[in-house]
């Protein structure tokens, strides 16, 4: 079974800072999932990654297969970017998603 | 389209009763997921179906637990009989191509069960 690792659970920053959640999983994967859970509950999706990096506005993620790790950036964060930032990842074939526990992010004014 | 429709939003129910929650996919997705959410465990998958067949049900926690996914635009989930250890927020997911591809999530079903 994959265990799903994420750093920092928790994470109070400035308005304007660049924040980094780091996610490491401990097998092979075909694509890795990145969630944004809001404080009223809804789950987006922001990304799916199977190599490489992908940028959306301000969000930036990575994802080093030989490392087994990925990274969601946030360029000048804003109080809107507070939420549960979730990492999964899928290993392939019937198996569904293996979800991380969250990073709690705060940005304050 | 609307997006993945879960109904109810909010159930609160005693011990013992039996709760059904249902969802409605985004038109022509071919797999569908069911997901629980508690503080203790965070998300976990319980079933999903592809073209309305059950694929992977090894999540759900015990007999008590059922799904149904009677056609494409309609999906159940049920607790017979239900218990305290139950209270969670529930969310139904569905996605063009598998678990490999963007999942859109319903608003989830906030379950208490007294």
């Known amino acids: 079974k994959n265990e799903v690792e994420q750093s920092p659970q928790n994470l109070t920053a400035q308005e304007g800072e660049f924040i980094t959640i780091n996610c490491s999983y401990s097998?092979?994967?075909?694509?890795l999932h990145w969630l944004q859970q809001h404080p009223g509950g809804g789950i987006v999706s922001l990304f799916m990654?199977?190599?490489g990096k992908k940028k959306h506005g301000r969000l930036i993620a990575t994802i080093n297969i030989q490392e087994k790790h990925s990274s969601l950036h946030i360029t000048a964060s804003h109080p809107r970017d507070s939420a549960v930032y979730i990492c999964?990842?899928?290993?392939?074939?019937?198996?569904?998603?293996?979800f991380g526990k969250g990073t709690h992010l705060i940005i304050q004014p | 389209d609307a997006g993945v429709i879960q109904s109810p939003r909010h159930e609160v129910t005693e011990m013992g009763q039996e709760v059904t929650l249902r969802c409605k996919p985004i038109?022509?997705?071919?797999?569908l997921f069911w997901y629980r959410q508690t503080m203790m465990r965070g998300l976990e998958l319980l079933i999903y179906f592809n073209n309305n067949v059950p694929i992977d049900d090894s999540g759900m926690p015990e007999d008590r637990f059922s799904a149904k996914m009677p056609n494409a635009s309609f999906s159940t989930l049920k607790i017979q009989p239900s218990e305290p250890r139950d209270s969670a927020v529930y969310f139904c997911?569905?996605?063009?191509?598998?678990?490999?591809?963007?999942?859109?999530f319903g608003a989830g079903t906030r379950l208490s069960v007294l």
């Open positions: 990654l199977s190599s």
């Open positions: 997911a569905s996605s063009l191509g598998g678990q490999g591809n963007i999942q859109y």
């Open positions: 999964a990842v899928f290993v392939g074939g019937a198996d569904g998603l293996t």
């Open positions: 038109s022509g997705h071919d797999y």
């Open positions: 097998v092979g994967i075909s694509a």
